[in-house]
């Protein structure tokens, strides 16, 4: 099939690069020319396991897969059109639709007469979008007579792992008031062998927002559990493990650690409480997760406070900057809130992230310093604290750590250590829900 994507973020190049896989014929399109024409010499605007070497494959070798900057051609190109562009939140927590409309009125500026075309939305927007979606391509279109409908297909790909995802999805949700375009969209996803949803557009686009939310809220709620573990002498691990082993529970999203981060939850968790405030409904359990992921960042500091008394002076050792490891995005990571108030107390901080620092530079104070590795990073530190579970943390050498340390202390707030082995080393520590 012929496939269009609008925007290459994580979601467009990814998908975009995964349908030519699947054997689609795939333009994607950037109204960013220098990311477009970087993207032709196998530099990526992300860092993305696999993601140069498949765009490199379908790029280069099969050639099934293009990129370009010229709406037209984009446009003409795609049966199925894909919306992928970015939907931030704004001041007020809503999702701000900006990019989608240009986008949607482009499509319809260059959509040629006399030919059908479905126009999806995979960008994350809140329910009844679409209304406005199909507005603003009728708008691109002037007086022209164009023949399209629109649907939603959100998706679900996590970040660090989105090429695995989009070929391994639980789940494919399609969404439009339209069987033709269902019929048409569906064909896009014909390779995989995991279930279609097909649904009306309205329950497609809730369906992302009520995922994430729902994801969201078991990660607040073992943030609180741990609380109690904490308080009562229990470990927050073994409680998580007994729990997701009952198949109606599951053992996933239940690791206790620093609070959600990344450009989805945050963000999404806000909008949802948002849209449905306008819908005329409050809703309570949202609200107290988003309160909760608040407090899991604010309780680092009071920790490492815990350890050290005054931070004043203090050499501090961040392990992980990363919103979660496996990736270089810095967008509502955690670290950004913890280093900015370590700083603000008076303590130097020395932060060693393996593949975020170039990102963290723009978003991080600028006093913090960055290390070329674990090791430069805690020599001389009086704490070290881990804020991403990057798999090297994990199977550091703790003794070696212990050797250049100035003080053995460790905040653990992801729990990637063995909290035995670390006090049988002769560190204090302090994990998140475990002693
Ligand atoms: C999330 C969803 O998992 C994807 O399904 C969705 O497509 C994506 O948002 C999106 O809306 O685009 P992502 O933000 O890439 O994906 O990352 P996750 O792996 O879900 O992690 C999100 C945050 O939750 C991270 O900060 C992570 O550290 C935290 N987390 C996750 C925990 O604190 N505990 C857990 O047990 C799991």
Redesign the pocket.
Known sequence: MKVTIIGTGYVGLVSGAVFANWGHTVICLDIEKKKVENIKKGIMPIYEEGLEDLVDKVQNKDKRFEVTADYKKAVEHGEVIFICVGTPGNQAGAADLGYVDQAAQSIGKNMPENTYKVVVTKS?VPVGTHNRVFENVKKGAGSKKIDFDVASCP??????TSIYDANNSDRTVIGSNSEKALDILSGVYETLTSPIVRTDIASAELIKYA??AF?ATK?SFINEMSQICERTGADVVNVATGMGLDKRIGPK???A?I???????PK?VKALISFSKKAGYDFKILEAVHEVNEDAKNRVVKKIEDMLGSLKDKRIAILGLA??PDTDDMRDAPAIHVISKLLKEGASVIAFDPQSAENAKRVLPEATIYAKNIFSAVKNADIVVVLTEWREFSQVSLAKIKELVSQPNIVDMRNVFNPAEAKKLGFNYIGVGRR
Do not use: V
Request: charge should be negative.
């Open positions: 994350t998706e679900f790909l996590r970040e660090g995922a994430n994801l990660i999203f239940l690791n650690g609070g959600y981060g990344g450009s989805c939850f999404d919103f979660k």
